[in-house]
Structures are given as structure tokens and as C-alpha cells.
């Protein structure tokens, strides 16, 4: 099975390598990109709300400060266009987890219901904040990026779409590293009964904490690579508040808590997006609410754990049932004669 999991991984690593080469369509590598963009942001999210249990609905406050970032560094340093401002996005990812340092000490100090009405509170002040500081974000103007007219015809999207592949596979190296290593189980551990782990010695507040900003940081680098494809940065959309629900739900519908999972949230529904927005702008809308409503009901534990479970299930009655076909217990002795048990032809 390992060595089976290892080769299917290869080769889907090797069809998303070649993915823009198979289907140049420039409207097929646009899906493509805002895909692969929501799977690192609903894995970045996942660490802090898969992990520790802290159900955050203001993250995308991040992503608008990433891509504000990126336009402002762009603007105050001249940089032209080109691939070298894909090597801004760190930067802008760092500074949108400088943020977040504050913000997430704050937002921690309470927990369940009231942490989520307080990362909607800050997503908020961050979005007003957005339209008041003119003087740093030009208001409702907004702020231009770099636009790479070189990049013409069905090639453009390619370098965002390989920028956006690494910022994912780094996302998925990250939350395989936190769900398997010593910190992570503290954080699994915070998330069954965090009382009882601060009693067994996990550091609860700096876990939390390290969880909330290592989330910031993919987001706001998922900002910054939007913000780049767009060409354009305004309050509207990069303070989105249907991101926020794009991601809990991808989250929500692959499997939070597992590493699988959100990435097949969003290759589940991100393409459905897409493809609803286009032509039909308020349905999805509608379409992202009943989801929501049927996933909550009928997959509260998600897609890859319900599945995992099941097969887990089926493999043990399997077992059982071969082992129930393969006994047979002879019938009850004479008296002063030793019982036997026969399994396929030999005495037990």
C-alpha cells in the first residue's frame, strides 16, 4: 500500500507539472490557478482550524493584507515586471504573519464562538482599514501591480500557475510536517481538551499562536500571487467575505484535520466556482449556502475521514467473516472426550 500510495502521488505530481502543457486553453489554466490557489489557502487554514479546533472566519484578512503588501512593495521600489516579483510573495506572506502576531494574541484569549465572532470582527476592521488609509492604500481606487505584457496570449497564466503549484506543495510539506511531529500532536491535543493538555505540559498559548501566524503566512502569500494575476488590488476584492466561506467550506467538505482533505474541498468545488460565477453570479452564492447546510448535516466529519472510516469498517468485517468461514467447531464431546476445533484440515 505504501509503495502504491507513493506512485499515485508521484504521478498526480507529475500530471500537475504538465497540466499547463496538456491544456494551453487559457480559460482551463484560469481554473487551474484559482484551484490550486484555494487548495494552499484552505491547507494554510487547516492548521489552525483542522489542528488546533479554532474555526477561523476572518483569515482571508490576510490574504488582502498580502496583496496589499506586494502592491505597495512594487510601488515604493520600482520593480518592473517580470518573474523576480514572484520572489516577493515571501515578503509579503512575512509581513501579513508580522500582522497576525498581534491579531492572533488577541483573537486566542477566548475560544469557540466568540474566537470566530472576533476573526469576523477583525476581518472587518481590516477591510475598513482598506478603504480609510488613503494615504497608504489609495482608498477606493485601489492600488495597481506590475501587469507583464509579455506574457500575452495563453502563456500568461503558466508562471502564475507554477508560482501557485510550489506555494501549494510547500503548504502540504508544511501541514504534513505540523500533523506529524511533536508539535502537532500538541495541537491535536488543544483541539480534543486543551485544559487537559496545558495539565500534561503543552504550551498551549504558543502553540495556538505559531498555528494562527503559520496560517497568516501561506495566506498572504496566496494575496500576493493573486494580487499579481489580477494586476490590480481594491478593497472589494481582496477583503472578499466569500473567500472566507469558500474556505471553511472546502475545509468542511474534504476533511479538516487531515492533509488530504482540504485540497479535495477545493478541487471539489473551486472548478464549480468557476464555472457558476461565470454565468451565473448570485447562484453560487445559494449553491455555497445548501452545501454548507448539507455538509454540516450529512458529513460533519468530511469527506476523507467518513470514507477512511468506512473503509476501516469494511476491512474489519472482512476479516471477521473469513475468519467465521475458515473455523469450524466440531460438535460438543462425549463425556471424558477432549473438544477440537478444526480450521482447514488441521487440528487446533
Given amino acids: 500500500m505504501r509503495t502504491f500510495k507513493a506512485v499515485g502521488l508521484l504521478l498526480l505530481l507529475a500530471f500537475a507539472i504538465a497540466f ?23 491547507t494554510g487554514w487547516n492548521i489552525l482550524a483542522g489542528y488546533t479546533g479554532y474555526i477561523s472566519l476572518g483569515h482571508v484578512a490576510y490574504f488582502g493584507i498580502g496583496a496589499y503588501a506586494l502592491a505597495l512593495i512594487c510601488k515604493h521600489w520600482n520593480v518592473p515586471p517580470g518573474y523576480g516579483i514572484f520572489f516577493l510573495t515571501p515578503v509579503a506572506g512575512a509581513i501579513a504573519a508580522l500582522i497576525a502576531i498581534p491579531a492572533g494574541w488577541v483573537a486566542l484569549r477566548v475560544r469557540r464562538h466568540t474566537f470566530i465572532v472576533i476573526t469576523i470582527a477583525m476581518f472587518f476592521i481590516a477591510q475598513l482599514l482598506s478603504y480609510s488609509l488613503n494615504g497608504l492604500t489609495n482608498g477606493s481606487t485601489g492600488l495597481d501591480v506590475p501587469f507583464p505584457l509579455e506574457w500575452g496570449g495563453d502563456f500568461f497564466n503558466t508562471p502564475f500557475y507554477y508560482a501557485v503549484l510550489i506555494l501549494l506543495l510547500l503548504s502540504i510539506a508544511l501541514s504534513w510536517w505540523v500533523r506529524y511531529s511533536k508539535y502537532g500532536l500538541g495541537l491535536l491535543a488543544i483541539r480534543d481538551d486543551e485544559d487537559r493538555a496545558r495539565g500534561l505540559g503543552v504550551k498551549t498559548e504558543v502553540s495556538k499562536l505559531s498555528a494562527f501566524v503559520m496560517s497568516a503566512l501561506i495566506i498572504g502569500m496566496a494575496g500576493a500571487i493573486w494580487a499579481y494575476f489580477i494586476g490590480a488590488v481594491y478593497p472589494a476584492s481582496a477583503f472578499d467575505p466569500n473567500f472566507d466561506i469558500a474556505i471553511a467550506l472546502m475545509g468542511f467538505l474534504g476533511g479538516m484535520g487531515t492533509i488530504s482533505g482540504p485540497i479535495l474541498g477545493a478541487l471539489l468545488l473551486e472548478p464549480l466556482h468557476q464555472y457558476l460565477a461565470a454565468d451565473y453570479p448570485d447562484l453560487y452564492l445559494i449553491l455555497y449556502g445548501g452545501l454548507f447546510l448539507l455538509v454540516l448535516l450529512l458529513l460533519p466529519r468530511g469527506i476523507v475521514p467518513t470514507v477512511r472510516e468506512r473503509w476501516t469498517k469494511y476491512r474489519a468485517l472482512s476479516q ?16 471424558g472426550e477432549p473438544a477440537t476445533m478444526k480450521r482447514e484440515g488441521i487440528n487446533l
Wanted: hydrophobic share 50%; no cysteine.
Fill in 20 to 42: 499547463p502543457l496538456l491544456f494551453s486553453n487559457g480559460e482551463i489554466t484560469s481554473i487551474a490557478f484559482f484551484t490550486l490557489l484555494f487548495a494552499a489557502m484552505v
Fill in 320 to 335: 471477521n467473516a473469513q475468519r467465521k468461514d475458515g473455523v469450524v467447531v466440531s460438535p460438543l464431546p462425549e463425556q
